[in-house]
């Protein structure tokens, strides 16, 4: 594919290019560079929060019900172009098509989800001990947002913030990730016709610099960032100085638990589906399984044999089962940990260990990195335990619950977890004891527009989607009136 468009960055409407400091955006199936996106300066970033700002004195007043219709007319555009965007998406990042345009289809499901709240944000009436007094709440607005998103899904991310963001009356400041920003850019040209009015909405383009200006400043209410945790840490060390609310969705090692008494095949799927499905470029990826004793060699066998047959080739084509890493960073890093761990002595089950022979023999030039599996881990092991963001899966063995459950909190994280058993009373019991924010029974990766998601732990602080995402961008203000005639004593106060 050749050079196909230049983007600029989005500020109160209009489109500013700089063709002297701009970015390549590299496909990662064929390493050819194919977009041209603006470096935002700090002046730019400035900009954007100076016209976020003044946007907002407007936006916060205009009525849950037109917030609605725009937000409406933004979906219903989004769902017309829902392929063009996934093969954008997919060229960008390398995610496999038919998983890009599923997440099209689920972030057009999440705005209008949103778009149904955003006429319903309402305070309460408080009953107090002084009947005089009247007392009762307003759920408002915070500001100004920035919402900061990862390259491994970029539409889906930026929908889970974006969504209830706009439906509460914030105005956005909307950083894509320097290594796939073309999808979000030509999202706005939608938000754009939806009718949305100048400064909701604004994007700026470029390296960690730009977020490093964006988080520090002044004017900014909240920040939303999705990605590693490393940078969720310096992002809140970033806004502590301003005392900015964060909402902090960071990185996981998710476990991933299979007892004897599961549907054997319907679990092999879902771990496979769990780790290997976007490449294993995904917070949630099961990439801990833990598997009962007495069933460990026929599982693993079954997943063996599951995960092999999996068909690595050009994402855009539909027998592809799944596509390149990202970007060469993330393809250093996640070879560079396969490495590590068969140097350690790790057993390789799956997997090239010899990366620099093999790789070549694919016809695909891409960052290709096949399905790989290691068994006998043991949990305390670097591949266990530090988040290697790609498809290598780590197998542990377990004997009983009380094991398992001290495995599978033994992690720095605590975003997701998956449970295999047939016996309903231990997966309620067992979810109320594993430390993470998601809990999937006899599924996994399952996700819907009304279940809030967020972690605990390293895994970050705050929720999306849901209700509770719609919280996460308001504030409480609570207002006390006296209705009593009486003259009140200035030097008591009442309860």
Request: net charge neutral; aromatic share 10%.
């Amino acid at each position: 594919m050749s050079l196909i468009k230049k983007y600029g960055i989005y500020i109160n409407g209009e489109w500013k290019e700089n063709t002297e400091n701009s970015f390549y955006s590299i496909n990662p199936y064929n390493q050819e560079k194919w977009a041209k996106i603006t470096q935002a300066s700090e002046s730019d970033v400035r900009e954007s929060i100076k016209v976020a700002n003044t946007a907002f004195e407007q936006w916060k007043n205009v009525s849950g019900r037109k917030r609605a219709e725009l937000i409406y007319n933004f979906a219903k555009l989004l769902e017309e172009n829902i392929e063009r965007l996934a093969i954008l998406e997919t060229t960008d990042n390398g995610k496999i098509l038919r998983e890009t345009r599923n997440q099209m289809k689920f972030a057009a499901r999440n705005y209008l989800f949103f778009a149904g709240y955003a006429d319903k944000i309402n305070g309460n009436t408080i009953p107090l001990d002084n009947n005089s007094l009247f007392n009762y709440t307003k759920r408002i607005p915070l500001g100004v947002v920035a919402l900061i998103t990862s390259w491994n899904s970029p539409i889906s991310i930026l929908t889970n913030k974006l969504a209830p963001a706009l439906a509460s009356g914030n105005t956005v400041i909307i950083k894509p990730s320097e290594y796939a920003s073309v999808t979000t850019l030509e999202l706005v040209k939608l938000i754009e016709e939806a009718g949305f009015p100048k400064g909701v909405v604004n994007v700026i383009t470029g390296d960690s610099k730009v977020g490093k200006w964006l988080t520090e400043s002044k004017g900014i209410n909240k920040v939303s960032f999705t990605g590693g945790t490393e940078t969720g840490k310096i992002i809140a060390k970033n806004t502590s100085n301003t005392l900015t609310k964060n909402t902090l969705e960071l990185g996981g090692k998710s476990p991933n638990i299979v007892f004897e008494d599961a549907n054997i095949n319907a679990a092999v799927t879902g771990a496979v589906a769990g780790i290997f499905g976007a490449a294993g470029q995904t917070c949630i990826a099961g990439s801990r399984l833990f598997i009962q004793k007495t069933i460990y060699d026929e599982f693993l066998q079954k997943l063996v044999a599951k995960a092999s047959k999996i068909k690595l080739g050009n994402p855009l084509k539909k027998d592809t089962e799944m596509g390149p890493i990202a970007n060469k960073a993330q393809y250093k890093k996640i070879k560079d940990s396969i490495i590590n761990a068969v140097q350690e002595g790790l057993n390789m089950a799956l997997g090239y260990k010899d990366f620099e022979n093999q790789l070549e023999s694919l016809e695909e030039t891409g960052y290709f990195i096949p399905p790989t599996i290691f068994t006998n881990v043991e949990n305390k092991s670097n591949i266990a335990q530090n988040e290697i963001f790609g498809p290598v899966l780590s197998v542990t063995p377990f004997n009983n619950v009380s094991d398992v459950i001290e495995m599978a909190n033994n992690t720095d994280f605590g975003l997701a977890a998956g449970i295999w058993t047939n016996d309903l009373q231990r997966a309620h019991n067992l979810a109320d004891e594993i430390d993470a924010g998601t809990i999937w029974i006899n599924t996994y990766r399952s996700t819907a527009a009304q279940a809030p998601f967020g972690g605990f732990k390293n895994s970050g602080y705050g929720k999306e989607r849901g209700k509770e995402a719609l919280l996460e961008y308001t504030k409480i203000k609570n207002i006390m009136v006296n209705l009593s005639k009486e003259v009140r004593d200035p030097f008591t106060i009442e309860n």
